[in-house]
């Protein structure tokens, strides 16, 4: 290989490795026989060591096709290691096009994964243990056809909120 294509091949990977947001936190809970039971809270507990980063906080869905809506509605509540509610919102998100019925994200065959950012450019106050609290809001005791969810922790490219 020439010089050119070394300095190419060294300034590509260079720009790969530039654009990773390694994950601080990652967790996926997996559902018995695909089902979310409504009184079921999903809790994501997490370090922050570093205050001064500014971070995301994406919801990880996993679905088959058979889910029987179009979209999946999510409240999050975020809360510091003394169980102060930081943030609370409920968000709707869509794992199938409303008009085609095609189904939105990523994967092969019957099954698709989703990555929603729950919480963009947040800065914690201080370090510490922190916990995601997440529970469905949709008009049915248990919701099906979902096979995990879970949540990712990474630094943002946002600035803070």
């Keep these: 290989m020439g010089r050119n294509t070394w300095r190419y ?6 720009l790969l490795c ?5 994950a601080t936190y990652q967790n996926t ?10 009184a079921t809270v999903l809790n994501f507990s997490f370090q922050i060591k570093d205050v ?7 919801l990880l869905v ?10 999946l509605y999510v409240t999050h509540s975020l ?3 003394a169980r102060h509610v930081l943030q ?11 008009k085609t019925g095609k189904p939105l994200g990523n994967g092969f065959g019957n099954i698709k994964k989703h990555e929603f950012l729950i919480v963009t450019g947040y800065q914690f106050s201080h370090p510490g243990l922190y916990t995601l609290k997440l529970e469905h809001f949709k008009r049915t005791d248990t919701l099906s056809g979902l096979q995990a969810v879970g949540v990712k922790v990474v630094p943002s490219k946002h600035l803070p909120q």
């Design 88 to 98: 609370q919102a409920l968000k709707n998100y869509s794992l199938f096009d409303v």
């Design 29 to 38: 809970i997996a559902f018995d026989h695909c089902c979310w039971p409504v």
């Design 52 to 58: 001064a980063q500014i971070y995301d906080i994406c």
């Design 9 to 14: 091949c060294w300034i590509g990977l260079l």
């Design 62 to 71: 996993k679905n088959a096709q058979d889910y029987p809506y179009q979209n």
């Design 18 to 22: 530039a654009c990773d947001r390694t």
């Design 79 to 81: 809360e510091d290691d």
